[in-house]
T-cell receptor, first 115, second 114 residues
């Protein structure tokens, strides 16, 4: 398996622009997590899905952030409008309850820079 | 609710010396505990995990960790550091299943000096 695939790997955008981050989980995994990593706050959970349904979005910082999972093989995290303080590395991870996984498998991350 | 405290944001050791990275957790349910490693500009890779059973767990690259319930600790060790071990290490806890989200510590950067 190719693992969790995130795109783009790097994104530079201007303040006020819309940014969309993409994630393809490992095939067959039924849980998907979005994390944000910053120097100040470390790794924070933003939102997670089970069978494409959002379970907990309490970590989403504000209404500018939204996440969707239209099907089992694709998820997006959108920021509109973006702000410089959104600059961070965003990770997607997936796991399988059916396979009895106990750990999450992470993608390579998307480094977002908002200028 | 779960939380993780990693003591020391930066640890520096000489090549060949013992590596000890400290992790203490808090959990209201029997925890699952994990150590992940992150190399520069890479994602997180699982080093090892404790779920149930034997409290001393061995992972990849010669690392091991011991779950001590009485001390709420899960410290990571390696007998002899190698230059390639230089990376960021994260301890994480989840609430007793693979389906609850991981809660991470702030991370410890390990430097290995030749």
């Amino acid at each position: 398996d190719a693992g969790v695939i995130q795109s783009p790997r790097h994104e530079v955008t201007e303040m006020g622009q819309e940014v969309t981050l993409r994630c393809k989980p490992i095939s067959g995994h039924d849980y998907l997590f979005w994390y944000r990593q910053t120097m100040m706050r470390g790794l924070e959970l933003l939102i997670y899905f089970n069978n494409n349904v959002p379970i907990d979005d309490s970590g989403m910082p504000e209404d500018r952030f939204s996440a969707k999972m239209p099907n089992a093989s694709f998820s997006t995290l959108k920021i509109q409008p973006s702000e410089p303080r959104d600059s961070a590395v965003y990770f997607c991870a997936s796991t399988s309850s059916v396979l009895g996984n106990t750990e999450a498998f992470f993608g390579q991350g998307t480094r977002l820079t908002v200028v | 609710a779960q939380s993780v405290t990693q003591l020391g944001s930066h640890v520096s050791v000489s090549e060949g010396a013992l590596v000890l990275l400290r992790c203490n957790y808090s959990s209201s349910v029997p925890p699952y505990l994990f150590w992940y490693v992150q190399y520069p500009n890479q994602g997180l890779q699982l080093l090892l995990k404790y779920t149930t059973g034997a409290t001393l767990v061995k992972g990849i690259n010669g690392f091991e960790a011991e779950f001590k319930k009485s001390e709420t600790s899960f410290h990571l060790t390696k007998p002899s550091a190698h230059m390639s071990d230089a990376a960021e290490y994260f301890c994480a806890v989840s609430g007793g299943s693979g389906n609850t989200p991981l809660v991470f510590g702030k991370g410890t950067r390990l430097s290995v000096i030749a």
